[in-house]
Every structure is written in C-alpha cells, then in structure tokens.
C-alpha cells in the first residue's frame, strides 16, 4: 500500500502533461495544436482531426483495469 504522502503528491502533481500531445500524436495519428488545463490531471486537447478531446492522465498507481473501466464510463458520458 503506497503511503499517504505519496499519494497527495500523486493526486495534486501528475506528471505527464509535458509528454501528453507526443503521446497522443504517436497513438492517434493526430497533430495536436493546443491544450488547456481544465483540472489537475484533465485536459482539453485541441487537434486537427476534429472537435476537441478531454484527456485525463490518471494515476500511476491506479490499476490498468480501474483505469480502462473509468475510461469507458467517460466514453460512455
């Protein structure tokens, strides 16, 4: 179980934000032109290849299956 200190530092400083418009480029085949913090961890993503996405870097210590069922809640919304 990861200690408490860790987590808070996990929740309110993800890191990733500097790495997600290669990140989705390389996995969508898009180009991104802009991106705006819309929360900690959730971005509204603007890209050539339609209207604007929401992107959320989760948790790196959340499970990979919490995180795909989360993802198809969102989907789904």
């Known amino acids: 179980m990861p ?8 929740v309110y400083h993800r890191p990733g934000a500097a790495a997600l418009p ?3 480029e390389d996995h969508y085949g898009i180009r991104v032109t802009g991106t705006a913090r819309l929360a900690e961890g959730v971005f ?5 290849a339609g209207p604007p996405w929401v992107a ?8 990979v299956s919490v ?4 993802a ?6």
């Open 44 to 48: 509204r993503v603007n890209h050539d």
């Open 22 to 24: 290669a990140h989705l």
């Open 67 to 70: 995180t795909e069922g989360d």
């Open 56 to 63: 959320r870097i989760m948790l790196a210590s959340r499970p």
């Open 72 to 77: 198809g809640i969102l989907r789904f919304l």
């Open 3 to 10: 200690r408490i200190g860790a987590v808070i530092r996990e």
